[in-house]
């Protein structure tokens, strides 16, 4: 069965600091990997990984991914108290087995992100 | 969240009543998808639809739920005689095209309490 584990489950930094978040995955057929970032609301995208070794960034926040050990990394340099929330990894699945159905996002709990002031 | 609409954003209901949830997707986006959010966990697939059709509900209860996403008008998640376990945020997401990687955009969700 395809899932997908986040890692650490919540953390609590002080502004400033560096994090890591982890999403590791094991899915059948392999398409691509999403982070959401999900605050009271709906997630909202942040970027998607399909090819190893390639970083994506996006201001403080950059991405990589590695298909040979199966996860992926979410960094947030230089923590501010807005960037408290659920960080969300997301890797297509495929419908069920036999089914021509196709693929729907296969989600981790989540990592709770809380940085202080 | 390019435009994908949902409502009610909160919605209350006693167990035995019926909760019908509204999805609006992108404009163009011809897809939608529904993802259940029980407290404490990630989100769940549930269905997927097309215009008019309901391409795959593999995580969709077998009884009580059903969704539809007419010619017209947003698509609909119901879910008949709630019970308490019912209880969490319902989101919906829309894609352009049914190609895994392509990014799907998500509404704000509806977040249903059962009494």
């Known amino acids: 069965e395809d899932k997908v584990v986040q890692s650490p489950l919540s953390l609590v930094v002080h502004e400033g600091d560096t994090v890591t978040l982890n999403c590791s995955y094991e899915?059948?057929?392999?398409?691509?990997l999403l982070w959401y970032k999900q605050e009271k609301k709906a997630p909202t995208f942040l970027f998607m990984l399909?090819?190893?070794?390639i970083e994506k960034k996006s201001g403080r926040l950059s991405s990589i991914l590695d298909k040979k050990e199966l996860f992926s990394i979410l960094n947030i340099t230089a923590t501010q108290t807005g960037d408290s929330a659920v960080y969300l990894c997301a890797v297509w699945s495929i419908l069920p087995k036999n089914s021509n159905s196709g693929y729907a996002l296969n989600f981790g709990k989540g990592t709770s992100l809380l940085v202080t002031p | 969240n390019a435009g994908v609409m949902q409502n009610p954003r909160h919605l209350v209901r006693r167990r035995g009543q019926e909760a019908r949830l509204r999805c609006s997707p992108v404009?163009?986006?011809?897809?939608v998808y529904w993802y259940r959010q029980l407290p404490e966990e990630g989100l769940k697939f549930m269905v997927y639809l097309q215009k008019e059709n309901i391409i795959d509900e593999s995580g969709m209860p077998k009884e009580r739920f059903s969704a539809e996403f007419p010619k017209e008008g947003p698509s609909i998640l119901r879910i008949q005689q709630v019970v308490r376990g019912d209880s969490a945020a319902y989101f919906c997401?829309?894609?352009?095209?049914?190609?895994?990687?392509?990014?799907?955009?998500f509404g704000p969700g509806t977040r249903l309490l059962v009494l």
């Open positions: 399909t090819s190893s070794g």
């Open positions: 404009k163009g986006h011809s897809h």
């Open positions: 899915v059948t057929n392999f398409r691509s």
């Open positions: 997401a829309s894609s352009p095209r049914q190609v895994a990687g392509e990014t799907q955009y």
